[in-house]
């Protein structure tokens, strides 16, 4: 029944709380933002080269895409170029019970199709984003740890079906369709860990979306698929549970009643979620040595001892990353350019940070030790300075965690920060204020000239 159950709780929900809403509306609008800037990131740029000569119908916006010839796209395309571009910085929103990054393959799906429909209203998208989201979490909590501890990558695996039940949503799909576009979504499970630091995991949630998109299309047009898509013996769920068993009857049971998308968090970093405490406490130690007077050299500190929770390790270990992807899962690089600049934006991910001398020997004195006593944003980091100087920073909770959640403020400069090297300065301030409220406006497809990006030396 549990397919059946999250078809019909999927087509009945119209109403959503206050306080839902709001965090839908934070998880859409840190999405555009990452999505604007992750639209000229080599990664971004090679998938729309590769691609463009097959686009449909251009309909759909490209976030950030600086080509006059190719802002736009047919919505296939457009989800899952957007999609890509959306992850591709690891710089999304984060469900931390699952890891899921849910906002990318839903949120990339739902802004092509309303799109080339017109006429859907941002109440409408929330409520679709929120019961795309509430899926995808809800069916991750139910396969969590197993699957994602023999390769899955949760995000892409869940976003699928979010995103073709929140299409479907809009589209105004009856039980049946709904239905059969879980099913449909539940047989193109795509994301393999073994792909983190490389091209294609930012591909994951853009295939996810477009994967949902397809889904929810053919059963729009009656296509079908097995009832029991989710819980039979050789359906989804025990497939891909990884040996675990499947909790869906208990999960989506509490859809309506606890709201995933209240848990979501987001990132003040590029990068693994892992890292954050470890960037949080270097970027403190680096704040305390230049407020020394006279101001203590960086490039003078001799060693630097990270106690961390062995998802850490597991996770983050590059010593040497090579490009900016790989060092996304490099603890020792997150460390080095919180210590060397204060901070840790997309900018300290770039290919030539990573590969120029100051930041390889700071990685290079860069220690970590597993501590299994920890909390997973949690970190003690001991540094030791020529001088004689010893900082030790404890970080019982990072920035982005449920504990220490970023405020309004920090996203705003965050998104602003990252879309203005694609759209400028003014272009990206009114693009923050259109995202900041684009749940308001009556049709969605008028605030998607503010995300398109310009050529440059063109004023906007």
Same mark, same amino acid.
């Given at each position: 029944?549990?397919?059946?159950?999250?078809?019909?709780?999927?087509?009945?929900?119209?109403?959503?709380?206050?306080?839902?809403?709001?965090?839908?509306?934070?998880?859409?609008?840190?999405?555009?933002?990452?999505?604007?800037?992750?639209?000229?990131?080599?990664?971004?740029?090679?998938?729309?080269?590769?691609?463009?000569?097959?686009?449909?119908?251009?309909?759909?916006?490209?976030?950030?895409?600086?080509? !006059?010839?190719?802002?736009?796209?047919?919505?296939?395309?457009?989800?899952? $170029?957007?999609?890509?571009?959306?992850?591709?910085?690891?710089?999304?929103?984060?469900?931390?019970?699952?890891?899921?990054?849910?906002?990318? !393959?839903?949120?990339?799906?739902?802004?092509?199709?309303?799109?080339?429909?017109?006429?859907?209203?941002?109440?409408?998208?929330?409520?679709?984003?929120?019961?795309?989201?509430?899926?995808?979490?809800?069916?991750?909590?139910?396969?969590?740890?197993?699957?994602?501890?023999?390769?899955?990558?949760?995000?892409?695996?869940?976003?699928?079906?979010?995103?073709?039940?929140?299409?479907?949503?809009?589209?105004?799909?009856?039980?049946?369709?709904?239905?059969?576009?879980?099913?449909?979504?539940?047989?193109?499970?795509?994301?393999?860990?073994?792909?983190?630091?490389?091209?294609?995991?930012?591909?994951?949630?853009?295939?996810?979306?477009?994967?949902? $998109?397809?889904?929810?299309?053919?059963?729009?047009?009656?296509?079908?698929?097995?009832?029991?898509?989710?819980?039979?013996?050789?359906?989804?769920?025990?497939?891909?549970?990884?040996?675990?068993?499947?909790?869906?009857?208990?999960?989506?049971?509490?859809?309506?009643?606890?709201?995933?998308?209240?848990?979501?968090?987001?990132?003040?970093?590029?990068?693994?979620?892992?890292?954050?405490?470890?960037?949080?406490?270097?970027?403190?130690?680096?704040?305390?040595?230049?407020?020394?007077?006279?101001?203590?050299?960086?490039?003078?500190?001799?060693?630097?001892?990270?106690?961390?929770?062995?998802?850490?390790?597991?996770?983050?270990?590059?010593?040497?990353?090579?490009?900016?992807?790989?060092?996304?899962?490099?603890?020792?690089?997150?460390?080095?350019?919180?210590?060397?600049?204060?901070?840790?934006?997309?900018?300290?991910?770039?290919?030539?940070?990573?590969?120029?001398?100051?930041?390889?020997?700071?990685?290079?004195?860069?220690?970590?030790?597993?501590?299994?006593?920890?909390?997973?944003?949690?970190?003690? $980091?001991?540094?030791?300075?020529?001088?004689?100087?010893?900082?030790?920073?404890?970080?019982?909770?990072?920035?982005?965690?449920?504990?220490?959640?970023?405020?309004?403020?920090?996203?705003?400069?965050?998104?602003?920060?990252?879309?203005?090297?694609?759209?400028?300065?003014?272009?990206?301030?009114?693009?923050?204020?259109?995202?900041?409220?684009?749940?308001?406006?009556?049709?969605?497809?008028?605030?998607?000239?503010?995300?398109?990006?310009?050529?440059?030396?063109?004023?906007?």
């Amino acid at each position: 029944m549990a397919t059946r159950t999250l078809a019909h709780w999927a087509v009945s929900l119209n109403d959503i709380p206050c306080s839902t809403r709001s965090a839908a509306v934070k998880s859409l609008y840190n999405y555009i933002g990452c999505a604007i800037g992750g639209s000229n990131h080599p990664t971004t740029k090679k998938a729309r080269d590769a691609l463009s000569p097959f686009f449909g119908k251009p309909t759909s916006t490209l976030l950030g895409a600086q080509s !006059p010839c190719f802002s736009k796209a047919d919505p296939q395309h457009a989800a899952l $170029l957007n999609g890509i571009a959306s992850h591709v910085h690891d710089y999304d929103d984060t469900h931390l019970a699952t890891i899921i990054h849910p906002a990318g !393959p839903i949120a990339s799906a739902l802004l092509a199709w309303a799109e080339c429909q017109g006429g859907v209203s941002g109440q409408a998208m929330i409520v679709a984003l929120v019961i795309g989201i509430e899926t995808s979490c809800k069916l991750g909590r139910a396969i969590w740890p197993h699957h994602y501890d023999i390769g899955w990558h949760i995000t892409s695996t869940t976003g699928a079906i979010g995103a073709a039940v929140a299409v479907g949503k809009l589209m105004e799909l009856d039980d049946e369709q709904m239905m059969h576009a879980i099913g449909l979504a539940s047989v193109q499970v795509v994301g393999l860990r073994e792909m983190f630091g490389s091209d294609t995991k930012s591909f994951h949630p853009g295939r996810a979306a477009s994967s949902g $998109l397809l889904a929810a299309l053919l059963a729009q047009k009656g296509y079908t698929s097995s009832e029991k898509a989710l819980e039979a013996k050789r359906g989804w769920a025990n497939v891909v549970a990884g040996g675990g068993v499947p909790r869906l009857d208990d999960l989506l049971a509490s859809l309506g009643q606890t709201w995933e998308v209240e848990a979501n968090s987001f990132k003040p970093f590029p990068c693994g979620i892992v890292c954050h405490p470890a960037i949080d406490a270097a970027v403190q130690c680096h704040h305390e040595l230049r407020s020394k007077s006279p101001a203590l050299p960086l490039e003078n500190i001799e060693a630097v001892e990270l106690r961390v929770h062995p998802l850490v390790v597991e996770l983050t270990s590059k010593e040497n990353p090579q490009d900016g992807l790989e060092s996304k899962f490099s603890v020792f690089h997150g460390c080095a350019v919180g210590l060397l600049s204060g901070k840790a934006g997309p900018a300290q991910y770039a290919d030539d940070v990573v590969t120029s001398r100051e930041v390889i020997a700071m990685r290079e004195k860069v220690k970590i030790i597993s501590d299994d006593s920890l909390l997973a944003d949690e970190v003690h $980091l001991s540094l030791r300075h020529q001088r004689g100087m010893v900082i030790e920073k404890h970080v019982a909770h990072a920035i982005g965690s449920a504990h220490v959640p970023m405020t309004g403020q920090q996203l705003t400069d965050k998104f602003v920060d990252q879309t203005s090297l694609v759209l400028g300065a003014d272009g990206a301030k009114a693009a923050s204020d259109a995202a900041w409220t684009i749940a308001e406006v009556d049709s969605v497809e008028t605030v998607f000239p503010m995300f398109r990006g310009r050529p440059r030396g063109t004023a906007r």
